[in-house]
């Protein structure tokens, strides 16, 4: 991550509203591992045109994974959704396992990035709110991958990092503003968010019943309404 996109997402020190002479432990941990999943992506020296393919095969993926969980997915019908014959996907993802480690890193990585904008967002409030939406998006796409992804890919423990300091930055940021309970952690909100959509996969006919569950989660943790 370069200097100019680190600003310009707030998780660069100088960028991010912080009390206090030296950044936080989370904010850095972040930075690296966001940094760290970047340097590794296999499409940083692709041509753009195989950039395209790889960019278009992990939204296929995703959208596929989230909706029927991978394992009832094909990797033939994932290379038909993005447009791409199937000897294009083996060759950007020779396995299954290859397919969800990168699925993953790329909604981590975006996940961190939304974190970094929201460190930088005015109201503490509000960024806490829509953080814990992200986190219930993230867990409802993350519950489409198999446990396949828990296996030895070194990036697993890196994203896991960038979530859990995400979160743990954020809380820290809202702790400050005193507009939080002062005992919720950020791993409070990993779990609730978990929580939440399991709950919810008993209501699947009641559309709106994770939306008010959520809301219902907020107005308990937060001590000033989000605005």
């Known amino acids: 991550m370069d200097a100019s996109e680190s600003a310009a997402l707030g998780w660069q020190t100088q960028a991010v509203p912080y009390s206090g002479g030296s950044p936080s432990t ?31 095969l992990l939204t296929a993926a995703s959208a ?43 909604q981590v990585e975006a996940l961190g990035l939304l974190a970094g904008k929201l460190m930088a967002a005015e109201s503490p409030s509000a960024a806490l709110a829509e953080w814990m939406r992200a986190l219930v998006d993230f867990s409802i796409s993350k519950r489409g991958l198999t446990r396949e992804l828990l296996g030895d890919s070194p990036v697993l423990p890196v994203c896991k990092a960038v979530v859990r300091e995400s ?14 309970r002062a005992d919720i952690t950020g791993s409070d ?20 019943l994770l939306d008010r569950m959520v809301s219902v989660v907020l107005a308990g943790m937060l001590t000033e309404p989000p605005v």
């Open 26 to 56: 989370a904010l850095l941990a972040v930075a690296e591992g966001l940094e760290e999943l970047r340097s590794s992506r296999p499409d940083a020296g692709m041509r753009a045109d195989a950039k395209r393919n790889y960019e278009r």
């Open 167 to 180: 979160s743990n930055a954020l809380v820290e940021r809202a702790h400050r503003a005193g507009v939080v």
């Open 189 to 208: 909100l990993q779990r609730m968010a978990h929580g939440l959509v399991t709950a919810a996969e008993y209501g699947a006919d009641d559309p709106g």
């Open 64 to 106: 596929a994974f989230t909706e029927r969980g991978s394992d009832d997915v094909s990797l033939e019908e994932i290379a038909r959704r993005a447009g791409v014959g199937i000897g294009t996907l083996y060759r950007h993802f020779p396995t299954r396992p290859a397919l969800l480690q990168a699925v993953y890193r790329d």
